[in-house]
């Protein structure tokens, strides 16, 4: 593919509001449609966006491999003991034990807002992930 001036503006000029947009879809995915995968996913199309935009290797200095690895792991991890606190506390895998000061239990929506938290960072950094290898292959 060949990149132009026109090309590149436009990519990083529409990245920010992409990514914006992603945001926006993990952190209001508990009160409308959307959620933690599927503003992971527009997350990911930023960094595609720039990476066919310019380059992949403008891309990955933007988010270097390593981090996106680490922020993969991490979150993959505490997905994990979310999932086992539940079963830990006498429930089941992702159930919503914590208490609270009343003696009840936090509102299903802040454990669904931590759970969209953690899917949205580990689908972004996935998808990034296999986009740049694909891209950085497919440039050699």
Same mark, same amino acid.
């Given at each position: 593919?060949?990149?132009?001036?026109?090309?590149?503006?436009?990519?990083?000029?529409?990245?920010?509001?992409?990514?914006?947009?992603?945001?926006?879809?993990?952190?209001?995915?508990?009160?409308?449609?959307?959620?933690?995968?599927?503003?992971?996913?527009?997350?990911? %199309?930023?960094?595609? &966006? $720039? +990476? =066919? #935009?310019?380059?992949?290797?403008?891309?990955?200095?933007? /988010?270097?491999?390593?981090? *996106?690895?680490?922020?993969?792991?991490? %979150?993959?991890?505490? &997905? $994990? +003991? =979310? #999932?086992?606190?539940?079963?830990?506390?006498?429930?089941? /895998?992702?159930?919503?034990? *914590?208490?609270?000061?009343?003696?009840?239990?936090?509102?299903?929506?802040?454990?669904?807002?931590?759970?969209?938290?953690?899917?949205?960072?580990?689908?972004?950094?996935?998808?990034?992930?296999?986009?740049?290898?694909?891209?950085?292959?497919?440039?050699?």
């Amino acid at each position: 593919m060949r990149k132009t001036d026109i090309i590149d503006v436009i990519a990083r000029k529409l990245a920010p509001f992409v990514f914006l947009f992603g945001f926006y879809l993990v952190a209001f995915g508990h009160r409308t449609p959307g959620g933690g995968f599927q503003g992971g996913v527009v997350i990911a %199309s930023g960094v595609i &966006l $720039l +990476a =066919l #935009g310019r380059n992949p290797r403008a891309a990955l200095s933007a /988010f270097p491999v390593s981090r *996106l690895s680490v922020a993969e792991v991490l %979150s993959y991890t505490l &997905l $994990l +003991a =979310l #999932g086992i606190l539940g079963m830990t506390l006498g429930g089941r /895998f992702l159930e919503n034990v *914590l208490p609270t000061y009343g003696g009840g239990i936090v509102p299903r929506v802040s454990f669904i807002f931590a759970l969209n938290i953690v899917i949205g960072i580990k689908v972004g950094a996935g998808v990034s992930l296999i986009c740049l290898h694909l891209f950085e292959r497919e440039s050699r």
